[in-house]
């Protein structure tokens, strides 16, 4: 972030282990990137404004980065207001899906706006778009549908390919008249999957960009026996969060 000072950059801590806002807070202090960080206003919730800063105002203020943490409530947190309680401020269709036809635009977390579209969109939350297909293995362990990535990833918008990326996000975007503000997907560099951000932003030819191989990288660990709990832990897939900000907008 110093060598890019016109970025602006969101992490979502999954928080598994239940890290209290004291323990990210004394990471994020002993890296510096808290230098960074922005700390939402009371006006800037969703339950009391419509809007973000916009891009330009983090860019300008230097509060480029945005941190959006699971199971970190505000009343747990008192000490770094800048770990925003994730829940509180997005919601996210299902992340779970074994099947190419099974994508949907549907939110699924928080509880509040299950199943209700018009909910999500009145709570004025962000939208982050899940859209990874995975296959059940032993023990009810599921992992990247590897052999499939190519389509599922394809900016395809036709619906021709199926659980194609490209068509979902179309969905989405007619769903919520608005493009997902993230779109979290297996091997960002196959597809590929940018090519459906970009043309959600309007993006042609777009220049900077650092080459990378469109591998699906995968990598194996030898893990013991009770070790392989969770998505990505036998088959690592690289999830990673594309950005989709509207210029202008968060």
């Known amino acids: 972030?110093?060598?890019?000072?016109?970025?602006?950059?969101?992490?979502?801590?999954?928080?598994?282990?239940?890290?209290?806002?004291?323990?990210?807070?004394?990471?994020?202090?002993?890296?510096?990137?808290?230098?960074?960080?922005?700390?939402?206003?009371?006006?800037?919730?969703?339950?009391?404004a419509n809007t973000w800063p916009t891009l330009n105002t983090l860019i300008s203020a230097n509060t480029?980065?945005?941190?959006?943490?699971?199971?970190?409530?505000?009343?747990?947190?008192t000490v770094a207001p800048y770990l925003m309680d994730e829940f509180t401020y997005l919601f996210e269709n299902p992340y779970s899906v074994t099947a190419a036809n099974n994508f949907t635009c549907t939110p699924?977390?928080?509880?509040?706006?299950v199943g209700s579209p018009s909910a999500a969109l009145n709570s004025n939350r962000?939208?982050?778009m899940n859209h990874f297909l995975d296959q059940s293995m032993a023990?009810?362990?599921?992992?990247?549908?590897?052999?499939?990535?190519?389509?599922?990833?394809?900016?395809?918008?036709?619906?021709?390919?199926?659980g194609s990326l490209g068509a979902h996000a179309v969905e989405c975007q007619a769903t919520y008249a608005k493009a997902p503000n993230y779109v979290l997907v297996d091997f960002f560099n196959?597809?590929?999957?940018?090519?459906?951000?970009?043309?959600?932003n309007g993006v042609r030819n777009a220049e900077g960009r650092k080459a990378v191989?469109?591998?699906?990288?995968?990598?194996?660990?030898?893990?013991?026996?009770?070790?392989?709990?969770?998505?990505?832990n036998s088959m690592a897939a690289l999830a990673v969060v594309v950005a989709v900000a509207v210029v202008g907008s968060l």
Do not use: C, H, W
């Not at 196959?190 to 959600?200: E, H, L």
């Not at 194996?220 to 009770?226: I, K, Y």
């Open 1 to 48: 972030m110093d060598a890019n000072p016109s970025d602006v950059v969101t992490i979502v801590l999954v928080n598994s282990n239940d890290a209290t806002a004291q323990d990210l807070k004394t990471e994020y202090e002993t890296s510096g990137i808290d230098a960074y960080a922005y700390t939402p206003t009371s006006a800037s919730t969703p339950a009391t």
């Open 64 to 77: 480029r980065l945005l941190t959006f943490v699971a199971n970190l409530p505000a009343a747990s947190n």
């Open 108 to 113: 699924d977390r928080p509880s509040s706006v």
């Open 126 to 128: 962000l939208f982050l």
């Open 139 to 162: 023990f009810g362990i599921e992992t990247p549908a590897v052999d499939n990535i190519t389509s599922t990833n394809s900016p395809d918008e036709t619906g021709n390919v199926a």
């Open 190 to 200: 196959v597809g590929p999957a940018m090519q459906t951000v970009d043309n959600m």
């Open 213 to 232: 191989s469109a591998a699906a990288v995968q990598e194996f660990e030898g893990m013991a026996v009770g070790g392989m709990a969770g998505k990505g």
